[in-house]
């Protein structure tokens, strides 16, 4: 566990490693949520690199000091590490999210209580708590939350690794929670007690360093998607 007091008091953005940072934009309908908490009501998710480090900025409707649980999961493909991701309703932190196997990395944030981070990875058969996790920084006048990966797309390129699927969800502080919403088509979650289904992940490409050589001559940064 980590104090995002530390760690907003250590993050620094390293994406302009190189000249030109590439990102998608993905949107999420206003007030697709159960519950009536703007503190969990995605609006977007922005994802960008420089072919090194890789922000997921969230967004939501009315980021809350007081609480709110915020989650990452990321697939990097078929067979990384040699293994094929977690089962259908497996993470870490004990979550009520099924319809999809297969997610690589879990990274869970939350608000109250002060704050604090876990990151995991799963090894083929459970999650592993990985010591170095994404730096945080939070950004209360534009309700934003960015997750700062060191080095993780240049890691996953790498790997040979060029596209990650992800879903991003927000939930409540107990085990057993559904997700309250989901980045996506989803729709609307059954709320609390219910269970949360994932039907469609998002998907962001890893840019080659000679692509991210064409976008900067180009003059390309975000694409937004809906």
Known sequence: ERSLKKALGIFVSTLLVTSVAVGDIYTDPTGDIATGTPNLDITSVEMTTSGWDLLVTITVADLNADWGNYMVFMDYGDNYMGNSGAPQNNNPWGRNVTGY?????????????????EHYGWDGSD??????????????????????????????????????????????????????????????????????????????????????????????????RS
């Open 127 to 224: 999650w592993y708590n990985q010591y170095s996790g994404p730096g945080i920084d939070i950004d209360w006048d534009n309700n934003s939350i960015t997750f700062g990966y060191m080095d993780l797309a240049y890691s996953l390129g790498s790997s040979g690794v060029t596209e990650i699927g992800f879903e991003i969800g927000t939930t409540g502080g107990n085990w057993g929670d559904p997700a309250i919403d989901l980045l996506g088509g989803e729709g609307t979650q059954a709320g609390w007690g219910g269970v949360s289904v994932i039907t469609d992940l998002q998907y962001f490409t890893i840019p080659a360093p000679s692509a991210l050589a064409l976008f900067a001559m180009a003059g390309i940064g975000r694409r937004r």
């Open 101 to 117: 196997a297969g997610f690589d990395s879990f990274t869970g944030i939350w608000l109250n209580g002060g704050g604090g981070l």
